[in-house]
């Protein structure tokens, strides 16, 4: 066997090879309260280590290792970040990156009327609407028929929401 061959074929499999992934499922958009798991898996001569970072602080690490998988049991705002998978051996590293954005549906959503839900005819009313979530809450506003009411007389009406019901009519 000649000596110089065999240390070529040798060096040629030191490598750290091109296929460095970083998979999240279910996707890079999750909901709030969701589980994300990550898999970020690499091959090599010799084995490459893997760490796993958010924000370039580290998660996870593992040495000599083809797979390294991590979950977040309960994905929460603060967890929407850039992740990195990072894989190297002597022979050089390679990153596979991924942004992952949680985002929240609206929640604590409040209508409030000023002065009160009882105003006399012609008296100005504000009906503000504050809500929630991330990202912020769009506000598709409450369709309010104005009527004319006769002078004299104390009508009621009762504003409110409904979850999910782009359109409030409220009646007299």
Do not use: M, W
Request: glycine content about 8%; proline content about 9%.
């Amino acid at each position: 066997s000649d000596p110089l061959n065999q240390s070529r074929c040798e060096h040629e499999s030191e490598t750290l090879n091109s296929a460095t992934s970083l998979s999240v499922d279910p996707g890079e958009e999750v909901v709030e309260g969701q589980q994300v798991n990550f898999t970020c898996s690499s091959e090599g001569a010799p084995p490459p280590s893997l760490v796993l970072r958010r924000r370039g602080e580290e998660l996870l690490r593992t040495d000599s290792a083809p797979l390294l998988s991590f979950s977040l049991p309960s994905a929460s705002l603060k967890d929407s970040a850039h992740y990195e998978c990072e894989a190297s051996n002597q022979y050089g590293s390679q990153q596979e990156s991924r942004s992952i954005t949680v985002s929240d549906p609206p929640r604590s959503t409040v209508l409030s009327v000023c002065p009160g839900e009882e105003v006399l005819e012609g008296q100005q009313v504000t009906l503000t609407c504050r809500s929630d979530g991330a990202p912020p809450p769009q506000r598709d506003g409450a369709v309010l028929h104005q009527r004319h009411l006769p002078v004299g007389q104390r009508h009621f009406q009762r504003l409110g929401l409904v979850p999910g019901q782009r359109q409030q009519r409220p009646g007299l």
